[in-house]
């Protein structure tokens, strides 16, 4: 069974920077495709990027040039730098298995991000 437990987010203002960690147990990264995710308020949850076994990575439109996944296979984590960030990028951001435009069924909690002056 995959356990993710997701950390790193907080409270920043527009232009800022985070970096978001994912701490994966029961599978190994290195050899599975990975995704991060976002849920803001009132609204479904939708991808954000994604990383393959072979370490081609995607993202969508809204946070492409402003954000990087990565993953450390040494602690089996996945990474997400999210810089320049809009107060449209607030939500809780999930990491999980990336299966295309299947969304896994389980999840961890989530870490918050509020973007705010």
């Known amino acids: 069974q995959v356990q993710l437990v997701e950390s790193g987010g907080g409270l920043v203002q527009p232009g800022g920077s985070l970096r978001l960690s994912c701490a994966v147990s029961g599978i190994n990264v290195r050899f599975s495709n990975m995704g991060w995710y976002r849920q803001a308020p009132g609204k479904e949850r939708e991808f954000v990027a994604s990383i393959t076994w072979n370490g081609a990575t995607n993202y969508a439109d809204s946070v492409k040039g402003r954000f990087t996944i990565s993953r450390d296979n040494a602690k089996n984590m996945v990474l997400l730098q999210m810089n320049s960030l809009k107060p449209e990028d607030t939500a809780v951001y999930y990491c999980?298995?990336?299966?295309?435009?299947?969304?896994?069924?389980?999840w961890g909690q989530g870490t918050q991000v509020t973007v705010s002056a």
């Open positions: 999980n298995k990336y299966m295309g435009p299947t969304l896994p069924p389980d």
